[in-house]
């Protein structure tokens, strides 16, 4: 038994309401970048339908997955390594834009521009790949609540399936209608077929997590993972010339955050959790013979986090013992092993996928409800489950391989506990007889409802951080933003929204009390340090040999992870400025206004280093707390005059933007640091000042080097309207080589550049965005 | 300070302050006007209900506090919720559970209303009414196809999943994520009839206007009626009409305002308490439209 952690995501069905929140806050995250046009890793296909690209499932035509071979051994359904080897530089057998959709923009300009005419101007549609005008005929979600079914439906592989199959025929008719939606990104398998079918090994699945990420200084760009992942969740970015795909948000989970999709979720229908494996089972259990006995041999593969044996294994193997609770208090384990309601999307094809579905009760529901029944009643429930026939053999296409007793089993559940829960909220008294006949009792099916219904967010999403003990790099909390993060609440962009909200109703929020006592400590030693000694600034105080998440109420650990940072490159006076002046240009909470006395004290100490601050720090200490927050929302989260923010002055809301904050966290990672940027953007100024301060003083400086023309600017914005900041920001110029300029033209001149326009998507015809063509 | 009626009262002459003075008027804002006007309702109906703003006088919500971020409000009389104690608003709370008389003549959940007009039409109580035979009515052309490329149908205009009123739907991402533009759900009948396949452009009209659009067909949508979503954007991808040669309008652009007997009922203390339907409701939805496949060839 070799045991491995992995974590897992569970979807419940019958709560998502197709909103594509998750979709829209993905796309924001990870692909709004020219190449990626085209691509979700998260989408919401409405069933029936043909997903997207479109009938990815069938695998008689994509390849996809595994198969079995002759020998009863695994292999890859589009071919071995010497199959691939000959046909490596032909172009693999993948889907095309058609099959994807043709992405598109509007003519948006028209709507300021158009000359005033006889009717309002309308933006048309023009396509993202050539440029012109175009009629848009598929996109990335057709079929949207069946629509266009009579044209399309019949093409959704399952129906077809089934039409070939089964006796009863589906038919797409307004009294039989059923639907539901299938939310979808990476499966994160255990027994990837996309990594297998890359040529250069390129595609890892990581040690720690199980999280299947494509490495993008390896990838070659053959896109052969693109064939071999059969659920189609690997992309290729038409600009790079790499795969892509979704990484489970991994720089969030590493801090105990769930991921975008997860978060944003209107349904609150996701879960997140770890489940313990046997890694030397998988492919034995990959490999049984009959399909439908693929779910139970996955199901085998799941080890018991709760028996010793296993958590001896588990601990031999070096898996902490915070990941070791974690997956005893696992909500993915417990729906797919404990309760047996979720069921994995496709075990046939073979690659042991790791998000799980609970199947939905919904459409069987409506239709006895549409045919004026009671769909409470669990005598009514059991017998439609049974009689409706359609809906569960489509749910067993996609869930059971067709094994229709499996999705009975799990529907029949859901419904007992529908009927037994609406009795005890009916004030009646349980009725046992319920659960016990689907083979639960009483508190199993109250405890299961709980987690299916109404568990909060800590119940949703039991994700451990980063490995703590073997991190020695904790120690010293080069921490971006951290300093912030100490009261265990989440991460910086959603404590500061958040104690916005209640701060001022004074309500459930105990603001932490931050004197400069509390800041002159060391971590490591916890010994008390002189105050105002700059090299204390932001160390958090903890309790001796107490690491971040350890400590009782420890929520979250800090914010970054990474060999022992603060390179000496840079004299300590421009680290002491680039803090003060973070600080200072941060959100004014209280635990900010507690240090101003530590940083006039470092300030003070580097001759002539305090003028530069002291109007801005007699502001924080002089003006009520919310006049200065107030203030401080107005100048600088309201407009854009006093943007914080590096890249809005060189390429503004443009689509360019993505990847020039992608550049800020490339150089973050570098330096070797985890950074959660938890709502805020990695150009953010005070963050980049620190990063400078005290992760990476050389790459840090460079940074702000490379946008002195926006510090510049920024600068003389603040000036422009009498703002004590701008000096500070004179300061941080003044580190930086070179002169500072004397008002904008002087700036743009150095720059070189005007105000940002949009170059992404309105280039006409580049040829690196046609779509692939199969030779 | 001008020598006007304005002297020696509080400066309005800012849009924050005349926001600050709408907060200090409100007890939703202001904690003692919250008490107060608890206390002033206990008096009325006799019930307890000063607890549920108590603790709350000191409360008072300014401008500045809105800027820094959003601010719950607090409970008042002026709305039927409570969120005293963290709870989660939830209308007609403080009616069903401190027995505060409902805003109605009688006091209670009243559904019935006794006026002569209501009587002799036959709606003292809720009813299903049939929708209106508009052919008889205004001439338009009859429910059905008539055997030309033309299909008579229920314009309906519901909300959407994605919208109440707006919801950026000139978005890329959502736009991407459906049909890019303007869409009417019909049945496969229908659009059977007319010869229109999915994503075809065709044009709905009537005596109001005229919208074009393009066709979702789908098994969903039972025959006779089209879906128009509610409030679609009109400025994506809305193309000139056959019809009249201009652009081509919006969901709202085939309906009308209709007025019926029972909406002037009036003088009457029963439909008296408040604006917003409290009454007959509106039924400016009640229409039918003709649809037709249009040259497949748009002009914008
Ligand atoms: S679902 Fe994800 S991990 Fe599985 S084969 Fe596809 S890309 Fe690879
Ligand atoms: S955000 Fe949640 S409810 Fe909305 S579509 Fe995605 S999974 Fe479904």
Known sequence: MRVMAQMGMVMNLDKCIGCHTCSVTCKQAWTNRAGMEYVWFN??????????????????????????????KLA??????????????????????????????????????????????????????????????????????????????????????????????????????FMFYLPRICEHCLNPSCMA???????????????????????????????????????FNHKTGKAEKCTFCYPRVEVGLPTVCSETCVGRLRYLGLFLYDADAVTAAASVTDPQDLYDAQMDVLLDPHDPRVQAEARAQGIPDDWLDAAR???????????????????????????????????????????????????????AIDALRIPVEYLAELFTAGDTGRVTAVLRKLAAMRSFMRGISM????????????GMDGQGMYDMYRLMAIAKYSERYVIPTAHLEQAHDLEEPGLLFGFRRRTGHAGLGTVRRGERQTRPGGRGHVPRPAGPAELGHHCRGDKPAREGEPAELGR????????????????????????????????????????????????????????????????????????GFAPVLDLLEGTPPMELQAQY??????????????????????????????????????????????????????????????????????????????????????????????????AVCATLPGKSPQDEQEVMRMAGYGPPTESVGLDPYDPRLLPVRRS | ???????????????????????????????????????????????????????????????????????????????????????????????????????????????????????????????????????????????????????????????????????????????????GGPTVWMSPADADAIKVHDNDWVECTNVNGVLVARAIVSHRMPAGVVYVHHAQERTIDVPKSEATGRRGGIHNSVTRLLVKPSHLAGGYARLAYAFNYLGPTGNQRDMVATVRRRSQEVQY
């Open chain 1, 540 to 611: 958090p105080r903890r309790p001796a040999g107490t690491f971040p998440g350890q400590g009782p109420g420890a929520g979250h650990p800090g914010r970054c992870r990474g060999p022992a940072v603060n390179r000496p490159a840079m004299n300590r006076r421009d680290q002491v400025v680039y803090l003060a002046a973070a600080w200072c240009l941060s959100y004014p909470d209280g635990q900010l206004v507690g240090r101003v006395p530590l940083v006039r004290a470092a300030l003070s100490e580097f001759p002539g280093a305090l003028a």
């Open chain 1, 329 to 383: 208090r696992s909500p993915v384990y417990a729906l797919a092993k404990v309760y047996k309601v979720a069921l994995p999307l496709h075990p046939e094809y073979r690659t042991m996928p790791m998000v799980w579905y609970v199947p939905p009760l919904s459409p069987v529901v409506d239709l006895l409800r549409d045919q004026g029944h009671d769909g409470e009643d669990a005598g009514n429930l059991f017998g």
């Open chain 1, 427 to 438: 004030g009646e008294d349980p009725d046992e007889s319920i659960p016990e006949s689907v």
């Open chain 1, 197 to 235: 079918s890359c040529p250069s090994g390129a595609i890892y699945k990581r040690v720690e997590d199980g999280i299947v990420l494509v490495d993008q200084d390896r990838c070659r760009g053959w896109r052969q993972c693109v064939t071999g992942c059969p659920y189609k969740k690997i992309y």
């Open chain 2, 1 to 179: 300070m001008l020598g006007g009626a304005a002297d020696g009262r509080p400066a309005m002459d800012t849009d924050a302050k005349m926001a600050e003075a709408i907060l200090a008027f409100s007890g939703t804002t202001n904690g003692i006007l919250s008490v107060q006007g608890f206390k002033d309702l206990e008096v009325r109906t006799g019930m307890k209900l000063a607890d549920l703003a108590e603790g709350s006088e000191e409360k008072f919500i300014t401008f500045a506090q809105t800027q820094a971020g959003p601010v719950p409000v607090i409970t008042s009389p002026e709305w039927s919720g409570s969120e005293t104690g963290g709870r989660r608003y939830a209308p007609f709370t403080i009616n069903l559970e401190r027995l505060k008389p409902f805003h109605t003549l009688t006091g209670r959940m009243h559904f019935f209303l006794d006026h002569d007009w209501m009587t002799d039409i036959g709606e003292g109580l809720p009813i299903y009414r049939p929708p209106l035979d508009m052919h008889r009515l205004f001439g338009e052309p009859r429910l059905g196809s008539d055997g030309a490329m033309e299909v008579t149908v229920r314009y309906l205009t519901p909300h959407s999943k994605w919208s109440i009123h707006s919801e950026y739907q000139d978005n890329l991402l959502m736009l991407s994520l459906s049909r």
């Open chain 1, 43 to 72: 989408n919401v296909e409405t069933r029936p339908g043909q997903g997207y690209p479109r009938r990815y499932e069938d695998q008689d035509r994509w390849y996809g997955g595994w198969t079995l071979n002759r020998r009863g």
């Open chain 1, 633 to 730: 929302v107005r100048e600088f989260d309201l407009g854009r005059r006093h943007a914080l923010h590096l890249s809005y002055w060189t390429d503004g809301d443009t689509r360019r933007r993505g990847e020039v904050l992608g550049l800020f966290k490339e150089a973050y990672r570098h330096s070797g640091v985890l950074v959660d940027l938890d709502g805020e953007l990695p150009d953010y100024l005070p963050m980049v000042l620190e990063f400078a301060a005290r992760v990476d003083g050389e790459a840090g400086q460079e940074l702000l080097q490379r946008y002195r023309a926006s510090l510049e600017m920024l600068r003389l914005g603040l000036l422009r309207d009498n703002l004590p900041h701008a000096r500070i920001l004179a």
């Open chain 1, 76 to 177: 890859l359904k589009a071919g071995g390594r010497v199959k691939k080897l000959f046909g490596i530089f032909a172009s693999p057998v993948q889907p095309e834009l058609k099959d994807y959709y043709e992405p598109w923009t509007y003519d948006y300009k028209t709507l300021v521009d158009a000359p005033l005419g006889d009717d309002f101007p309308v933006a048309r549609p023009k396509s993202l790949i050539t440029g012109e005008d175009t009629k848009i005929t598929w996109s990335a979600n057709w079929d949207d609540d069946l629509g266009g079914s009579t044209e399309h439906g019949h093409l959704d592989p399952i129906v077809e399936k089934i039409r070939r199959e089964s006796e009863d025929k589906i038919k797409f008719a307004y009294e039989q209608t």
